[in-house]
């Protein structure tokens, strides 16, 4: 029995300091970010910030399907995506810099209203910029919809062409300019923070620094 007592004592004080040291780490690994992430260099400060709706911590990722570089973003944003807890979440935000970009913010926001977002987001990326599909207006976004998932091309035509997603960008238009958005891809954390990806030089920079922002109030 005594030699019982001793081993479930000896596992228990093994539990305990594995959590004292797993606590430790986290918190090396805070003061670590802190020290490594500056605002006014790694990240901007949004004055006055943009109000989030509810009390989850978001990230806006501004892109457009146009842009390269926002496809060349897209495994970042599947990381973060697979990295965020339950009470974050993130909110893409089509922009139209250009007249030519607009049929694919509509499209977007189409496709979430019609509960296809999911299926199509990542394969439009992909038709546009590695299989350079001539996607240029919503007729013919329409016809690849139909074509490559059975989208209703008409559904998705007057529904990309509805009031809602009119009034949809013009909020997204609001929004970019509010939070300073230059260029795209661009992210927003909170509606406060503004990564700098000029500074930050990997992917895991970038995560990283989404991660630590996340947590500031």
């Known amino acids: ?10 596992f228990s004080a093994f539990g305990i300091h594995a959590q004292s040291v797993a606590s430790s780490n986290e918190e090396i690994k ?17 004055t006055p910030a943009w109000s989030s ?7 806006y990722e501004f892109f457009s399907y146009m842009c390269p570089g926002c496809n060349g ?13 339950e009470s974050q979440k ?11 970009w607009e049929p694919h913010a509509k499209a977007y926001h189409a496709l979430r209203i019609m509960g296809h977002l999911e ?3 990542g394969p439009l990326f992909a038709a546009i910029h590695q299989f350079k599909k001539p996607l240029r207006s919503l007729d013919d976004i329409a016809k690849w919809l139909a074509d490559s998932f059975k989208i209703d091309a008409q559904s998705f035509l007057s529904t990309a062409q509805s009031f809602a997603v009119d009034t949809q960008l013009r909020k997204d238009k609001q929004m970019a300019q509010a939070m300073g958005i230059g260029g795209v891809p661009s992210l927003v954390v909170n509606g406060r923070y ?3 990806f000029d500074q930050l ?3 895991d920079d970038i995560l990283e620094i989404t991660d630590f922002l996340l947590d500031q109030k």
């Open 30 to 46: 805070s003061k670590s970010n802190q020290n490594q992430f500056q605002a006014g260099l790694h990240y901007d400060l949004i």
């Open 119 to 121: 299926e199509a987001h």
């Open 201 to 203: 030089k990997t992917s």
């Open 90 to 100: 993130i909110i893409r935000v089509p922009v139209a810099f250009y007249p030519q």
């Open 53 to 59: 709706e509810g009390d989850a911590a978001v990230v």
């Open 194 to 196: 503004k990564p700098n």
């Open 1 to 10: 029995m005594k030699l019982i007592g001793f081993i479930v004592f000896i």
């Open 73 to 85: 973003f897209e495994p970042i944003m599947l990381k973060l995506e697979g990295q965020i807890d």
